[in-house]
Each structure stands twice: as structure tokens, then as C-alpha cells.
């Protein structure tokens, strides 16, 4: 394996060094008293792993010729752990680059607001075979990312993703949302434990989501299949496309299933229980909910 290059980003300027070298804590620009080590590597990365347990990821497509990660902490963070040094190791195993958190407690506090953590992986503007990303108790959130494989698991909380094609994408969030907005995918799976989940200007070849405490939203979406399953809350969708294109198996739970079609007036679902319609089309929506309605608006 083989390190990365590091750098002491100052706030006169990043300064240099060589592999290996690890750089000492200096006070940030900023001034809000958090201590920042950013480290980078030319080699060819294709895929990137990050592993951690109380930090916010950020993984973001950026303007660089090579991959930069930054972290950024304050005092109490470090001081919680009762030890000096770094957060992170860094290796590179092939075309895979690897950032592993190295401290962490489960009795660790972590609604504590005064202890901070930021991780921020800057990646050159071109398609990534895999991105990994599974932090236990912090925020997830990806921008203008593409990438084939995509993985995504934060056990305490939320997933972000803006803009970019993420093909083959797993987002979990037990307690916590998942939200997503402008995005090109294939297959899309969802799923959390407590919190919603929301889905604006995205398009996929498939999107499964799975709310047990929260809703499923659905804003601009365009895909040709549909799983979704909501335990106690409802299903709300503004959907691309044609209704009567769909075939559809929809269960509302103490509630009502509305389907119509902004573009076609004579299309319309209204129904206190369940309705399948259209069975065998080529297209198809299939929506649960145990304690709330489905509620579908179809547009060209």
C-alpha cells in the first residue's frame, strides 16, 4: 500500500511534503478555532472508500487535477477521545484510495454540539468506478459526483446528494433523511428507519425506497419503475411521464390512493382501499403504506 502525499494547509498557503510526513495541527484562517490537515495524492484513483464513525463526509466533484481530502476539527473532538494525533489514515491499494477514521468511542456524546468533524474528499471532474461512504454517527453529502457503484450508510444521520450521475446507488440512513436533488441514476434504493425520504429533478432506470418513520416524496421524478413502501406516513409523488403508461398496485393504509394525469383529464384513480390497474404495461408503480395515502400526479 502506499501512502498519500500530505499537505499543512496554513493560512498563508498549503506547503508541499513529502509521503509519509505527517503534518502538526495548526489553527485555521477561518478563526473559528478548528484545526485543518488536508492531504492529496496524484495517483490514478478510480474508486474511493471512506469509513468513519463520528464525522460528516462531504465527497464532492471540484475543480482539481487530483484527489485532495481535508479534515477539519475542533479541540473538544480530539479532546474527547483523551489522545493526541491524527483522525484519519489514508493508503492507496491500487486504483483505490482508502481514508479510515481512527478514533472513536461508542460512549462517545454525539449530539455534544461544541465537538466538530469535517471530512471533505475533492475529486477530479471524470467518472469513478465505486464510491463508499458509511459513517455510524454523522451526515453524509455527495455533490456532482459520477461514479458506476455507490454505497452509502450513515447509522445517526442524514444523506445529501446534489447534482451528478450515480449509477447502482444504496443510500441508507437509519435515523436520519435522505434527500436528493438533480440526479442521473440506474437503479436507486433508499431506505430509512426515521426520517423522510425526497427525491426532486432526478432520473433513474428504477427507484425503490423504503420509509418506516418518515414520508416518500417524489418531485420531477421520471423513472419507469416504482417500489415504494412507507410504514407510517404517506406517499406523495409529482411524477414525469404518462399514467395510463403504468401498471399500478397501490395499498393505502388509513388513507386514500389519487392518481391522475395533468395532461390526460379522463385518467383518474380515486379509491378508499386498494386498486391495481393496468396490469401487464410495460411501466409500473407500486406504493404501501401502512398509516397514510398515495398521492400521484402524473405530467409530461
Known amino acids: ?56 463526509v462531504n465527497v464532492q466533484a471540484a475543480d482539481v487535477d487530483h484527489v485532495t481530502v481535508e479534515y477539519s476539527y475542533n479541540s473538544s473532538y480530539n479532546d474527547a477521545f483523551g489522545t493526541g ?4 489514515s489514508f493508503t492507496i491499494a491500487g486504483p483505490t484510495l482508502n481514508i479510515q477514521g481512527l478514533k472513536g468511542d461508542a460512549s462517545m456524546s454525539v449530539n455534544n454540539s461544541k465537538r466538530t468533524c469535517t471530512l471533505t474528499v475533492k475529486l477530479p471532474r471524470k467518472a469513478f468506478a465505486s464510491l463508499t461512504v458509511d459513517t455510524s454517527n454523522g451526515n453524509i453529502t455527495i455533490q456532482d459526483m459520477t461514479s458506476q457503484s ?92 404518462r399514467a395510463a403508461d403504468y401498471a399500478f398496485d397501490l395499498t393505502p393504509g388509513n388513507g386514500r390512493v389519487t392518481v391522475t394525469d395533468d395532461s390526460d383529464s379522463s385518467f383518474a384513480l380515486r379509491s378508499n382501499g386498494p386498486v391495481q390497474q393496468g396490469q401487464g404495461a410495460a411501466q409500473s408503480f407500486t406504493a404501501s403504506t401502512s398509516n397514510g395515502s398515495v398521492t400521484l400526479e402524473f405530467a409530461p
Open 1 to 56: 500500500m502506499k501512502k498519500l502525499f500530505c499537505t499543512l494547509l496554513s493560512a498563508a498557503a498549503a506547503v508541499a511534503l513529502l509521503c509519509g510526513f505527517t503534518p502538526s495541527a495548526q489553527e485555521n484562517s477561518a478563526g473559528a478555532g478548528l484545526i485543518t490537515k488536508t492531504y492529496e495524492t496524484a495517483e490514478a484513483i478510480s474508486s474511493v472508500n471512506v469509513s468513519d464513525k463520528y464525522a460528516d
Open 150 to 241: 455507490n454505497t452509502l450508510t450513515t447509522t445517526n444521520g442524514n444523506i445529501s446528494i446534489t447534482g451528478g450521475s450515480l449509477d447502482n446507488l444504496s443510500a441508507t440512513a437509519n435515523n436520519g433523511k435522505v434527500e436528493v436533488a438533480n440526479l442521473l441514476t440506474q437503479t436507486f434504493a433508499a431506505s430509512t428507519r426515521n426520517g423522510r425520504i425526497s427525491l426532486s429533478n432526478t432520473s433513474a432506470l428504477s427507484i425503490t425506497a423504503k420509509a418506516q418513520n418518515g414520508s416518500i416524496n417524489l418531485d420531477t421524478v421520471s423513472s419507469p419503475v416504482y417500489h415504494c413502501t412507507v410504514t407510517n406516513s404517506s406517499i406523495v409523488g409529482n411524477l414525469v411521464g
Open 85 to 88: 494525533g491524527d483522525l484519519y
